[in-house]
């Protein structure tokens, strides 16, 4: 400032200067005008010593003017600059600023604010200023609230601070703020305008009222808790103390509170106030004490309470108070001592049940060895049975061979007592002689025949009787072994009618021909027993196929089919539905023990009433020549 004004009195100088000159200057001008060329001569003669200092002092003038214009035009701009700067840079401040900060004057007009104002309007800075918050708020009960409140600063000239208010966005969301309102007198204004400046709380607010709630929350929990419940400083005093302890022992929070805990007055036995002074002072150090103790209620009923004393640690881990807690477990004690007689009677009762369980268990163990021994009586004769139909079965084979060989024999026998006669006599022709060796011929030759045809019967008996008796596996050709059984088998079916088809695969096996034998017999006796009517006859077929390294072995009839909810019984022992017929419930059982554990497959049974019923067996594929690596 002081360059300035020295700067100032210097051009005021330089100015008076060339003024003189000026008007010097000016009063010699006439008399040159009258008189041009004398009057030049004498005006160059008498002012020459005069006019050279004053050109050169106006000419310095007009520099030093020219200077000063130019140094204050310079510094005019720079303070242009500085003042947009600090412009700026205030009007970055304020809209950077997240609260809502706005000037307005008496008729509602923004007069300055900020982006975070604008924004909670929907709209800018530029567009909103000049313009009534009326027009814009969304909200007219708000908003005549809002300018009575501001025009109240402007009359009364006094600030309105920290006023708690809804205010609504242009999204339609509503925020609370605080805000404070202070009288404000614009620049070159002549009434006051008001600066409003508000802070969002919605979210302190929100976070307040859920403070509130988890309060009143912890307030009902810790007051209406079934447990006896205070905190206490860490040197023992009680904080505060729930509901539920002073409704049992009928003491008011002021007897308590600001006190140390052991100078209650439910304490029963004056040994647990020395032990509680202790059991502070452990917790106090970090350590959650427990023991049992007994108070006495209200009425004088001592009562058994498990008394918990543990620390408190804020986020920090530091131990800020105790917590003390009770619960009365009077009747749990009860219930122990009544549980402890009780499982004391119970063990009682329990040796005494399981002595009687080991003798009836005894008692079950021979009664089911007895039902063991008898179910294997029941399958030998099962087993026997089926011997037994088979051994019938191949006496009547062979005694049609042998009928017609005993026949040709007597034939024979007769016609030689009669070629002797005649030879005795000596009436034997020639003729005849040739005629009796012809039909000698023919009947020896029959009785070889059906005695070759009885030796073979005898053999495959042999065969298969030695089969179902033994468990030793041999090379046999499934197919024509079937083909034997079905022969051993032919008087349990040809009188029905029924035609039996063996169409098993011709494969050479190393397997137990028996089990073979015995599952055929069985399957057929039950098909011939279960599958059809007495005056009914069908098909019986026994196939089979390789598949890889197994033998499907099937068998299947025609017949009525098994009913769904007997598929699952059907193997099981003793289960039949011919018990007064002649069944024993065996033959099925026998059937699925022989496949499992001799032949060590597996047999599944598809069924459809009306439709018959086939039983399918799968079992490992080994063929004859293999029994070495067996």
Known sequence: MAGKERMYHRTRTYASAIAASLALLGRGVPALAAAPDAGMTEFIGRWSPAIIPVSVAGLLFVIVLLYLNRRL?????????????SRDTLRKVVD????????KDRSGRFLLLNRSMAESLGSGVEDLTGVRHAD??????????????????????????????????ADGTTHWLQTTRLPFRPANAEELAVLVLSVDITARRAAGAALKASEERFRAIFNQTYQFSATLTLEGEVIQINTTALDA?????????GKPLTLARWWWDGTVKDWLNDAVQRAAEGETVRREVKNTLHEGTVIDVDFTLKPARNDEGEIIFLIAEGRDISQLKKSQQALKKLNEELEQRVADRTRNLEEAKEELEASLEEL?????????????AALGSLVAGVAHEINTPLGVGVTAGSYLRDRLAVLESKLASGELKRSELENFIENGLESAGSILTNLERAAELISSFKQVAADQSSEIP???ELRSYVGEVLIS??????RTGHRIENNAPEVELYSYPGAFMQIITNLLVNALLHAYGEDESGTISIG???????????????????????????FEPFYTTRRGTGGTGLGLHIVFNTVTSTLHGTIHVDSEVGRGTRFTITMPLQRAGTEEEA
């Open 73 to 85: 035009k310079l510094g005019y701009e720079q303070q242009t600059r500085e003042l947009n700067n």
């Open 96 to 103: 950077l600023m997240p609260n809502l900060l706005y000037v």
């Open 136 to 169: 814009v708020h969304p909200d007219d009960e708000q908003i005549r609230r809002m300018e009575a409140d501001d025009l109240a600063v402007m009359d009364t000239g006094l600030p309105s601070a920290n006023m708690e208010e809804p205010y609504l966005h």
């Open 249 to 257: 022992f009928r003491q008011k929070a002021d007897d308590v509170v």
């Open 372 to 384: 063991r021994r008898t179910q294997k009586e029941l399958i030998m004769a099962e087993k026997l």
């Open 474 to 476: 041999r090379n046999f």
């Open 489 to 494: 088998l032919k008087p349990e079916y040809k």
């Open 544 to 570: 089979g196929e390789i598949e890889g390294d197994s033998l499907v072995f099937t068998f299947e009839d025609d017949g009525c089919g098994i009913p769904s909810e007997n598929i699952d019984k059907i």
